[in-house]
DNA sequence: CGGCATCCATTTTGATACTG
DNA sequence: CAGTATCAAAATGGATGCCG
């Protein structure tokens, strides 16, 4: 099992010899956001069987990408985490986040599954590090019934699951909003007018929330297929 | 066909039901150093049906990510070129390419393929803009009988495949040393002094190359379980 | 609940032969 | 050279059952 590689001496050839089969970068992507147990995996990753589910988090372990560990009490039970190496994946799989948003992100559809987590990521993946530069706050973030916080900390981000120790603001929304604020598709300040989003806490950390990501205008792929180039 | 889908509202999801088939991203790599023909792809996809790649080629022209070109006099002949959304992956693959010299990069295997494109996007995934502030250069690579050339201007590079019209430096060496010095087993130096490369052109060019790439220290996945993580 | 094995219908792939 | 056609092997998905 697992045999097939692209025999390259190439890093991006090897990098998906690794994680380059189905499910493998979404399992990771689960993951970065802190660990979670197989059930909850299983629920995220609609479509994919539970055998292979624990085929692929198996062959994360033997290579080195994750590993099992016990979440701390009063829980206690099973789970699954990244490994340094795992961790290190972030860059890539939040760069094929920014290039999803910019042209692969249409409205919704009926039939597409959604979780707070994956905007979660979409917002670390427009950090703008600059415009955190003297910035220290921690965001906390009560979707349904889904809570993940952002650690805000001298130009670097942090997504986690769960809630945080102390945040400076929280904001509460429902699954669909929560979305289209991730997308830039909605402001949060009118979110809020709305009444379909509340906040609360240091009005100074919310106030510069919004000003810390920088989302790309969508385009349609089908509207630039430069004809023109010939070289 | 491809109807396969995460079906998941999910920005990197979406992305790998355009392009997390298996192969695609690596059409993808070959055609980032610019446009290809059928034949070039097929040499360099060793284990690729041909069928397969056909298939691949016309979902990248359906998707939007690469369209067929005719290149110019005197060649005239077909090739595939990305698009403006396709050649926006490169940071994507980018970053697995990052990703990977640094986790999984070992020693060539002996039926590994080596392409020296490979390397040359390796030498971009590395590239440090702040060094290359107050550069303008253009640097050719003559490797086997592959050329590339890549221009460095202002804090911006660029790769791309065949000779460059006028080049400032020209390194001349062999698929293995070319493949170490990209990987960063070798310094460009020592394989000069060893007769193992060759260079002419600008002296201050030349002498600048070798700051301009900041590559990791190669880790080895096993040796860092981080077994203490529990949380 | 967590995790793995089994069985089976469908897809995807890999390799090769074949055609304009 | 640029692809199509074909077929065997492998991967996936879905259901289900088992066991601690």
Same mark, same amino acid.
């Given at each position: 099992?697992q045999?097939?590689?692209y025999?390259?001496y190439?890093? #991006?050839a090897? #990098?998906?010899?690794?994680?380059?089969? %189905?499910w493998?970068?979404?399992?990771?992507?689960?993951?970065l956001?802190?660990?979670k147990r197989?059930?909850?995996?299983?629920?995220?990753?609609?479509?994919?069987?539970?055998?292979?589910l624990?085929?692929r988090l198996k062959?994360l !372990?033997? !290579?080195g990408l +994750?590993?099992?560990?016990?979440?701390?009490a009063?829980a206690r039970t @099973?789970?699954?985490?990244?490994?340094? *190496?795992?961790?290190e994946?972030?860059?890539?799989?939040?760069?094929?986040?920014r290039?999803?948003?910019?042209?692969?992100?249409?409205?919704?559809?009926e039939?597409e #599954?959604f979780?707070?987590?994956?905007a979660?990521?979409?917002?670390?993946? &427009? &950090?703008?590090?600059q415009?955190? +530069?003297?910035?220290c *706050?921690v965001?906390e &973030?009560r979707v349904?019934?889904?809570?993940?916080?952002?650690?805000?900390e001298?130009g670097t981000?942090?997504?986690q699951?769960? @809630?945080?120790?102390? @945040?400076?603001a929280?904001?509460?929304?429902?699954?669909e909003? &929560?979305?289209?604020l *991730?997308?830039g %598709?909605?402001?949060? +300040?009118?979110?809020?007018?709305?009444?379909?989003?509340t906040?609360?806490g240091?009005?100074e *950390?919310?106030r510069?929330?919004?000003t810390?990501f920088?989302?790309?205008? @969508?385009?349609?792929?089908?509207a630039?297929p430069?004809?023109?180039?010939?070289?």
């Amino acid at each position: 099992m697992q045999q097939r590689t692209y025999g390259q001496y190439c890093a #991006t050839a090897r #990098t998906l010899d690794l994680v380059g089969e %189905r499910w493998t970068l979404l399992l990771v992507r689960e993951l970065l956001t802190g660990p979670k147990r197989y059930g909850d995996l299983q629920r995220s990753l609609r479509g994919m069987g539970t055998g292979l589910l624990a085929a692929r988090l198996k062959h994360l !372990e033997r !290579e080195g990408l +994750a590993h099992k560990v016990t979440l701390p009490a009063p829980a206690r039970t @099973p789970a699954y985490a990244l490994t340094e *190496a795992g961790e290190e994946l972030g860059p890539a799989v939040l760069a094929l986040a920014r290039w999803g948003t910019k042209w692969a992100m249409g409205s919704r559809r009926e039939d597409e #599954t959604f979780h707070p987590g994956w905007a979660v990521l979409a917002m670390e993946a &427009f &950090f703008v590090p600059q415009e955190a +530069a003297d910035l220290c *706050a921690v965001y906390e &973030f009560r979707v349904g019934d889904e809570v993940f916080h952002l650690r805000v900390e001298n130009g670097t981000i942090d997504a986690q699951h769960g @809630p945080a120790q102390h @945040p400076d603001a929280v904001i509460d929304t429902g699954e669909e909003m &929560f979305a289209q604020l *991730a997308e830039g %598709r909605e402001r949060l +300040a009118d979110a809020i007018g709305d009444g379909r989003a509340t906040a609360s806490g240091d009005a100074e *950390a919310l106030r510069r929330l919004a000003t810390l990501f920088c989302l790309p205008v @969508p385009v349609d792929r089908s509207a630039s297929p430069r004809p023109s180039e010939n070289c």
